[in-house]
């Protein structure tokens, strides 16, 4: 895949990672000032995985996720006035400020979420895919989740069902190694967890997810799988978050030198950053003047976002079943 990986597809990936990697810095700033309540977990450093899942689907494929979901909602198309506006609580965002960092929704972007609870996202993917069976669109639900979650019983229950019924779903694993912030050696006896759907006969696949180009490659075969009735596909994504689980955990449970290491040989964006450089040639004019305009959009969107009005007190009453 990397052979057919062009400059096309370089200059995709880095304006999306940078598009996230900026929004998501912006976000912190926005969180400290109190401009932000709540929770606030950040996706710096794993860029790669969303961009590269999303520049293997097809329209109509779904995207369902966990709390960690600015990204992906970024990734998704979601505009970046209406997700900033939903973190700081305004009536423009993309769930008329209501729902908050971890709860954001588009029905026109086939995004069903931002959940809080724990490995919630994958029972909830694995009936979207039956839907999609049953109503035989041809259509795949991305399914995002955490090497923490993996743990959760729901998650093989739904497992064994999507094999069962051979469902069109991709579980995406994205093992950034600590879950909440305990090192998973400490917390899970199977630590592969590409093998997790071994006892369903569900494939698995361990993919390098600080390289997009690696990441687009396993999401075209996992959702070709899947799509062709083949049923679900476990790709488990390698991957490295630079910030805490959240904006209140100061990761003391793993050192600076570590971080720091990461960042300088395996950063997403700064991978594809040297192949244009080198490979494709591109100045540093070019990529700076990328960045420069990346940063304007996300100025922008904090702009909109903290001077929207908020709710009206009204919305406490809309969309509620009762």
């Known amino acids: 895949m990397a ?5 096309d597809n370089e200059l995709h990936a880095y304006r999306e990672m940078l598009l996230i990697r900026r929004f998501e810095e912006k976000a912190g700033q926005l969180y400290g000032m109190g401009l932000i309540r709540g929770f606030c977990h950040l996706y710096i450093g794993q860029e790669a995985i969303v ?14 996720t966990g709390y960690r979901d600015h990204g992906h909602m970024l990734a998704c198309g979601m505009h970046p006035n209406g997700v900033m506006a939903e973190l700081t609580g305004r009536r423009g965002g993309l769930s008329k400020g209501k729902g908050g960092s971890m709860h954001m929704f588009s029905k026109e972007k086939h995004f069903y979420g931002g959940h809080g609870i724990v490995g919630a996202q994958v029972s909830l993917g694995t009936g979207i895919a039956f839907a999609n069976r049953y109503r035989e669109n041809g259509n795949v639900c991305l399914t995002y989740f955490g090497e923490g979650a993996a743990n959760q019983g729901q998650v093989y229950e739904s497992f ?19 879950a909440m912030g305990t090192e998973m050696s400490r917390a899970s006896a199977q630590t592969d967890f590409s093998k997790r759907g071994v006892s369903f006969s569900i494939p698995g696949k361990p993919v390098d997810g600080m390289d997009v180009r690696a990441v687009c490659a396993a999401a075209q075969g996992a959702i070709e799988h899947a799509r062709t009735g083949k049923g679900p596909y476990i790709l488990e994504m390698h991957t490295y978050r630079y910030r805490g689980h959240s904006m209140s955990d ?15 040989k395996q950063d997403p964006i700064d991978l594809v950053r040297r192949r244009l450089l080198e490979k494709w040639k591109l100045s540093e004019d070019e ?21 929207d009005p908020e709710p009206d007190p009204s919305e406490l009453y809309t969309e509620i079943l009762l």
Do not use: C, H
């Open 160 to 178: 064994n069902m999507a094999a069962l019924w051979k469902l069109p779903i991709v579980y995406v694993i994205e093992n950034n190694r600590y």
């Open 51 to 64: 961009v590269g899942m999303q520049m293997a689907t097809k329209e109509g494929d779904q995207v369902i």
């Open 3 to 7: 052979s057919k990986f062009g400059r």
């Open 287 to 307: 990529l700076k003047a990328m960045d420069s305009e990346t940063r304007e959009t996300v100025n922008v969107a904090a702009d909109f976002a903290t001077n």
């Open 250 to 264: 100061p990761a003391k449970y793993r050192s600076k030198d570590e971080v720091t290491r990461v960042r300088e």
